[in-house]
């Protein structure tokens, strides 16, 4: 079991600066065991060490294969006018065990040359997922607000982002006077704070992670218990029920 990591070496914030500027496969190709041996190896070691972490705040999100946590270098570029083939960064998820990658709240972090990025929170919901969570904040604006606007964490963590309508929609007017009224305009809910990339270099770095991850627990566990609740109750709806005796 990893127990320390001693930050990444320089080669990491290198190999990331001198892809960006040569983004192609001629370039990358020779030099992939570069990347394997000085960003993504120590990058298993980290999401490793976090994973391990996490039991004691957030046992929802550990998973027993720490690797698979960490996104592939290589973009998707199928849907994008940029087709540069990879990323100039590494990052890792740990999502909810029993809920979607991105519909879910998860962890996110990742390193490169430019910063280190902190994130937490619910990315990509569904229509499904995010009707269920705006019910979640109209039904108890109260905690809700708690939790997102709590003043030690959003000194920390900044405001809670994500893209939003200049709008409330049209289902959802009648909540005008709700006190979270502003937050029911949110398509994603997150947040997402840059440090430093020479952060990466320390030994600090897992330390300071494990801190932002820390401050987003509760906001996290408060998005995916109102996505579980739902879904406990189709369940209990779904279930077959028994016959009310004859006699």
């Known amino acids: 079991m990893v127990t320390r990591f001693p930050g990444f070496l320089r080669q990491m914030p290198t190999f990331f600066k001198s892809l960006e500027k040569n983004n192609q496969r001629e370039w ?8 394997e041996t000085h960003v993504r190896g120590p990058m298993i070691e980290l999401v490793a060490l976090l994973n391990e972490r996490l039991r004691d705040f957030a046992p929802e999100h550990v998973t027993d294969d720490p690797a698979k946590l960490i996104y592939r270098i290589y973009r998707d570029t199928r849907f994008s006018k940029d087709k540069t ?36 929170g619910v990315y990509m919901p569904s229509p499904e997922e995010l009707q269920t969570i705006r019910e979640a904040i109209a039904a108890d604006p109260k905690r809700f607000l708690g939790l997102v606007e709590d003043r030690k964490n959003r000194k920390l963590l900044g405001p809670l982002q994500g893209e939003r309508l200049t709008r409330l929609p049209k289902a959802w007017q009648s909540e005008a006077s709700n006190p979270a009224a502003e937050y029911l305009k949110f398509k994603q809910f997150y947040w997402y704070v840059e440090l430093p990339a020479s952060l990466a270099l320390t030994p600090r770095l897992p330390n300071v992670l494990t801190r932002y991850f820390q401050a987003m627990s509760e906001g996290l566990a408060w998005f995916n218990e109102a996505l579980l609740a739902a879904r406990r109750r189709e369940e209990e709806q779904s279930r077959p029920k028994r016959p009310k005796p004859m006699w």
């Open 85 to 120: 083939p990879y990323k100039t960064h590494i990052g890792a998820t740990f999502s909810h065990q029993t809920l979607s990658r991105h519909g879910g709240a998860g962890y996110y972090f990742e390193v490169s040359h430019r910063c280190v990025g902190i994130a937490g």
């Open 28 to 35: 990358f190709t020779p030099r992939k065991e570069i990347f």
